[in-house]
């Protein structure tokens, strides 16, 4: 059974005081598999967040529909297994983080000792361990974030959805966040995100599609996308002497074309990272 499956979703929005209407989705049709994790990417304006609300029931498409693992995702049963995880989360400042992850779980249903267990274990998955008694009005956009995906989970759901999960985050909390994400792919779990951090998403999604003025323009896996076809990278260590030049000589008499020798770079935030990374 597919995670996620969206069918000619279309959904219009009509202009207040005008005799127009903008199209925001368009044909669209999506299919996550579960146990993955699936990046939807595009400018803004290109229709995820509203795919999103689709997906989630907050708002209803003009035409096709959208099933999590099988029901109509305009029934409240359909979001049972669900987690969320807003762009701009809002919580109460005057909780702590347990007191708010103690909210949400009664939200859920969950009782008394089940959700001490849940709120430790959360806790301790998204390293608020030294703040799980602080009011969440003095928490960093990190830590907050931290404790969006912790409510996210409190129900144990199925599938995680995530809206610019490391929008606003520092690297090293963004990495923190990235390895909670390929965590929860290990626990079996299905992830939905969107973000405009390409590099991130390259890190951790197994599928990606990429959406303009509210159509698919592009999917795949990240191989398949990312491959540049007609070209072969051959990378050397400690290369001797005259050894390019009898490459390159090769290359013309086997009838390709030698295009460019370089040296492998990192990120700019591998950098960052390494600099700013306690010392030891």
Do not use: W
Not at 77 to 100: C, D, H, I, M, Q
Not at 229 to 248: N, S, Y
């Amino acid at each position: 059974m597919k995670a996620v499956t969206v069918e000619n979703l279309t959904k219009i929005y009509p202009v207040p005081m005008r005799r127009q209407r903008i199209i925001a989705v368009r044909n669209l049709n999506l299919e996550v598999n579960e146990g993955e994790v699936y990046g939807l990417l595009g400018p803004n304006g290109s229709g995820k967040s509203t795919t999103l609300k689709v997906l989630l029931g907050l708002v209803t498409p003009n035409q096709g529909k959208a099933t999590i693992f099988g029901k109509d995702s305009r029934e409240y049963r359909s979001r049972a297994e669900v987690g969320f995880l807003p762009e701009n989360p809002y919580f109460y400042k005057f909780l702590s983080a347990e007191e708010t992850l103690r909210f949400y779980g009664k939200i859920c249903g969950l009782r008394s000792k089940e959700l001490d267990a849940r709120i430790h274990e959360l806790i301790e998955l998204v390293g608020l361990q030294d703040a799980r008694h602080r009011r969440i009005g003095g928490f960093s956009k990190g830590m907050l974030q931290r404790i969006g995906l912790a409510q996210a989970l409190v129900q144990d759901p199925k599938l995680v959805v995530l809206d610019e999960p490391t929008a606003g985050v520092d690297p090293a909390g963004s990495r923190q966040i990235r390895d909670l994400i390929l965590d929860l792919k290990k626990r079996g779990k299905t992830v939905l995100l969107t973000s405009h951090l390409l590099g991130q998403v390259q890190e951790v999604c197994d599928r990606v599609g990429i959406m303009a003025r509210g159509e698919m323009v592009r999917e795949g896996s990240l191989d398949e996308l990312t491959t540049i076809q007609r070209q072969t990278e051959f990378l050397v260590e400690d290369a001797p002497e005259g050894l390019q030049e009898k490459i390159e000589e090769l290359v013309r008499q086997s009838g390709g074309r030698f295009v460019a020798a370089r040296r492998p770079q990192r990120d700019l935030e591998g950098v960052f990272l390494d600099a700013t990374a306690p010392k030891k």
